[in-house]
């Protein structure tokens, strides 16, 4: 099952919510573990792929800490240009 990212709108806390496809999309409502404010966004993080190869190694050229500053409820991101200038959201 998918693993989604949620963090609250009151305290700040970041949290994991496992759910179907089904489930998310019938309308997830989240409440916060720390405070219990439904007040929470989902955030998108980094995604990890995972790839067979000879090696075994994989290199994804980013640092550790990407992501960690830039996560963004969905609502943030339709209201933010993150580069993309023709996009209509």
Known sequence: MP???YRC???GKKFDLIASIAEKEAGL???CPKCGSK???Q???R???LTSSKSGEFD???PDDAGDSDDLGMDEMADTDAGGDDLDL
Request: charged residues 35%.
């Open 29 to 31: 409502h989240p409440v």
């Open 43 to 45: 955030v998108f993080g």
């Open 9 to 11: 709108e009151d305290c």
């Open 3 to 5: 693993l989604y990212e």
């Open 60 to 62: 994804d050229d980013l």
């Open 47 to 49: 995604v990890t792929v």
């Open 39 to 41: 007040d929470c966004r």
